[in-house]
């Protein structure tokens, strides 16, 4: 039987977060996102990061840089979705 990565440590996340756990939470944090969120990010899938960054606890500066990025990028790709 094969278990999919991601959906356990988003169970681990969640009982974590719920159980009032925040430091083991963000060690986790640390040491798996990079695994699985790092890859879709160096390859500009911003839709799939924020979606993976949606279901884990992520610092404020961290997201406010994530976001300065993804415009950024779409900025000087010339993208005529922003803003709609």
Known sequence: MEVDKKVVLNMVYTFLEDNGY???L???QKESECSFI???IKAGKWESVLAALAKIHVADNLLYDLYEQIVFELV??????IGT
């Open 22 to 24: 925040l430091v083991s």
């Open 26 to 28: 963000e060690v986790l």
């Open 38 to 40: 790092l890859p879709m």
């Open 76 to 81: 000087e790709e010339g993208d005529g979705k």
